[in-house]
């Protein structure tokens, strides 16, 4: 192989892009554009969400708990009613997503030490949402009750006796519990799959639309100077890329990062190699760009995005598609991420993930190498 055609072939590739601005656009733009996307659009944590509140008992006792709702970060108390109807209307228009009705007993059970049932009515059409508005309505009705219990205790001179078990929790490496350290962290494969796969796909169907494939063919280049060739540009843009990517997940977002920069980038360069080369094999079976960017969008950017971990636990999915999800090389990368970022695990301790992706990244460089040929098909 002669380094000097290589990278003859290299330039040209960077002649290309340059020439090409769609192409400039996805390098320079997309990487930022999908972390500050996902940063700020994608977002599992629900607070001030809006509630409506019918207090049909009016007294101290009850003014207290609703004071709990509007000093809580997680609601916003949109409105006090007086009716049922308006509690529906608010629910139908979607002006509350969950309404709280103090009964009108409520003050009158608590001073004679008896129970009562405060009731939410929840808007379930987004069933996440529900799940978090009524958890986070129990944890304010929980509180105000152990205070409730505790002066009602003291009044009457009883002394409160704590519960024989009880949970001390502590969060590890995502103690804010944010969802932005979770996806963020994973927006890094998304990146590389466009990067990679998708520009890649375009790099020899396009020498085949515009007819000057047979120009390639006829110089004394080989196939595999071609291809790597070809393949050097993206791999610096999409290391570039990353390290851009990583930088505003770091400083913009304040992902936590506790891992090794230098693990992070050998596990990208080996996903990098992943997608490359799945990318040049696309593109060499398509033989049109619109075809081989469909395909890759298809194999690449959509199993990354909803089968690698990304977003939606793996655990939780059907256990046909836990079994698919081992041929993905992005759930093992995603993994990496997330334990680089979050956990700081060092790199003797990722090689259940890194074995996998290094064995794709063999047998993927080796299959677009073995694809193509210097002649006419």
Known sequence: ???????????????????????????????????????????????????????????????????????????????????????????????????????????????TGGRVAVQALVDAT???????????????????????????MNQRGLAMQAAPVSVDTRTWYNEDLESSAFIIPGVLALVMSVIGAFLTSLTIAREWERGTMEQLISTPVSALEIMFGKLIPYFVLGMGDTVVAALIAIYWFHVPF???????????????????????????????????????????????FLLSGFLFAIEQMPKPLQVMTHILP????????KKIFLKGTPALMLYADLIPLAVFSVVLALLATRSFHKRLM
């Open 330 to 337: 992005a759930r093992y990368y995603v993994s990496v991420l």
């Open 126 to 152: 987004d069933d996440n949402t529900a799940n978090l508005a009524m958890g986070y309505a129990q944890a304010v009705v929980q509180s105000y009750s152990a205070n409730v219990q505790v002066a009602w």
């Open 258 to 304: 506790r891992g090794s920069f230098g693990t992070l980038l050998a596990s990208s360069a080996m996903f990098l190699v992943v997608v490359l080369s799945l990318g040049f094999f696309i593109s060499v079976i398509a033989k049109s760009q619109f075809a081989a960017s469909q395909i890759a969008l298809l194999v690449t950017f959509l199993p990354a």
């Open 1 to 111: 192989m002669n380094w000097m055609r290589m990278l003859v072939m290299a330039k040209k590739e960077v002649m290309q892009i340059l020439r090409d601005s769609r192409s400039l656009m996805i390098v320079i733009v997309m990487p930022a554009i999908l972390v500050l996307l996902f940063g700020y659009g994608v977002n599992l944590d629900q607070k001030r969400i809006p509630v409506y509140v019918w207090n049909q008992d009016g007294s101290q006792q009850s003014l207290d708990l609703v004071w709990r709702f509007k000093a809580s970060e997680y609601f916003r108390v949109a409105a006090e009613v007086d009716n049922e109807k308006a509690l529906a209307r608010a629910l139908d228009n979607g002006d509350a997503r969950i309404a709280i009705v103090i009964p009108w007993n409520f003050d009158h059970r608590l001073q």
